[in-house]
């Protein structure tokens, strides 16, 4: 439970299981992000032409090989309105329904562009490369031992960049950021990989909403799964959700290397890997067998949690890996019931420590319950509209910007 120290001065509640302290009024943005807080503001009172449900409403007019529509088949991913423009991903279960839905997608733009007040449609048609399976999927065998590499880090076929999202603890929200990351590179329109390298406690099925094992066609060859626009890969579709992985530190290093090199990524702008915590094998092995273009560190403000952190920044120094920005998450809370802004976790250190090793500090990131919730629902924050999402959407711009992705 969570009280807001500026409601106990005058009337204690206690946080209610939905999050509330009490009834929330009316138009109160919950949680606000700095600068970020309504994209309205930033559009100086600019309302979007159409609704999301408008356009759903469309979309189900959209007519699909099976005899359903876009919305019916469940077709349709990373839906997003900004102004007069207008995105979302098609994403299709294999390349043969791909090929089928290409006029679909023609179909969608024309519809799209006929609403009123809309100039510009973005709609990508996104499917699994390679084969549809044939046989029993593969198995990452206990014990396997990383295979020799020579020659230092190798480039991934089909993948433009790798950046690596890290922490020097646990707790600070990482994998949240990894998946929440992703899903606003690919609203933006990247072509987005997710790779959860966090093989004793993987996430990434849970928060991205997937949870079934990949295929292969040919007993070698892995292929990935597809959630809200992303490929995506993780131990935890390998094993059953309850059972632990006690491996030694050459098996992490094994199927590390298997998920890097027999998972058929396709072609990709970018591969978000979700390390875990610290500065172990799995951080050692991936900068030493790929070629990561950079890193992102994500830590909490206080004190505690930067110790962490520094000795995260100081492993990828030593393995030659830059240090693209560091994100401050759990930056601050807001009352729901009376809009009091109070910083749980101190304000500012990440800030401060980027400035301090010159390096770039991405955003900040509030304390939500939405966020947890949608995590928990399988369906990232940054699917859907409001600050939090807009919050993901400006640090995905950023890379984008910078050419990180």
Request: proline content about 7%; charged content about 20%; hydrophobic content about 40%.
């Amino acid at each position: 439970m969570l009280l807001c120290s500026n409601c106990m001065g005058h009337r204690p509640r206690i946080q209610q299981r939905d999050g509330s302290c009490g009834k929330f009024p009316d138009g109160l943005a919950l949680w606000p992000l700095r600068a970020h807080l309504h994209a309205e503001e930033r559009h100086t009172g600019e309302k979007m032409a159409v609704s999301r449900e408008d356009l759903l409403d469309t979309l189900r007019q959209v007519k699909t090989p099976s005899g359903g529509n876009l919305v019916s088949d469940d077709l349709v991913r990373a839906l997003q309105i900004q102004g007069d423009s207008v995105k979302f991903v098609i994403e299709a279960s294999d390349a043969a329904l791909a090929n089928q839905l290409a006029p679909v997608r023609d179909a969608a733009e024309k519809a799209v562009l006929g609403l009123p007040g809309i100039a510009t449609a973005s709609i990508v048609l996104t499917a699994p490369s390679g084969p549809a399976p044939k046989q029993e999927p593969p198995s990452l065998k206990v014990g396997r031992h990383p295979e020799p590499q020579a020659g230092g880090p190798a480039k991934i076929a089909g993948i433009d960049r790798i950046i690596a999202v890290a922490s020097g603890k646990g707790g600070v929200g990482k994998s949240t950021v990894s998946s929440n990351l992703a899903v606003a590179l690919a609203k933006e329109g990247r072509r987005v990989g997710l790779l959860d390298a966090d093989i004793y406690g993987p996430s990434q099925p849970k928060m991205m909403g997937i949870q079934k094992r990949p295929s292969s066609p040919d007993g070698k060859t892995i292929i990935p799964l597809q959630s809200h626009g992303v490929t995506l890969m993780s131990i935890g579709f390998m094993v059953e959700p309850e059972k632990a992985v006690v491996w030694r530190g050459p098996m992490l290093m094994g199927a590390l290397q298997q998920m890097l090199s027999q998972v058929q990524w396709g072609d990709l702008d970018v591969l978000i890997i979700d390390l875990p915590p610290g500065t172990g094998d799995v951080q050692l092995t991936l900068c030493q067998k790929a070629a990561v273009t950079g890193a992102l560190i994500v830590s909490t403000p206080q004190d505690v949690a930067l110790l962490d952190a520094r000795k995260a920044i100081d492993m990828f120094s030593t393995l030659k890996t830059p240090v693209l920005g560091l994100i401050e998450n759990m930056s601050t809370y807001v009352c729901p019931e009376c809009g009091h802004e109070a910083h749980l976790f101190g304000h500012g250190g990440v800030r401060d420590e980027a400035d301090r090793l010159g390096v770039p500090f991405l955003g900040e990131l509030p304390l939500s319950l939405d966020v947890r919730l949608a995590g928990d629902a399988g369906q990232p924050i940054a699917l859907g509209d409001g600050p939090m999402a807009e919050a993901y959407g400006h640090l995905a711009r950023r890379l984008i910007g910078g050419g990180m992705s």
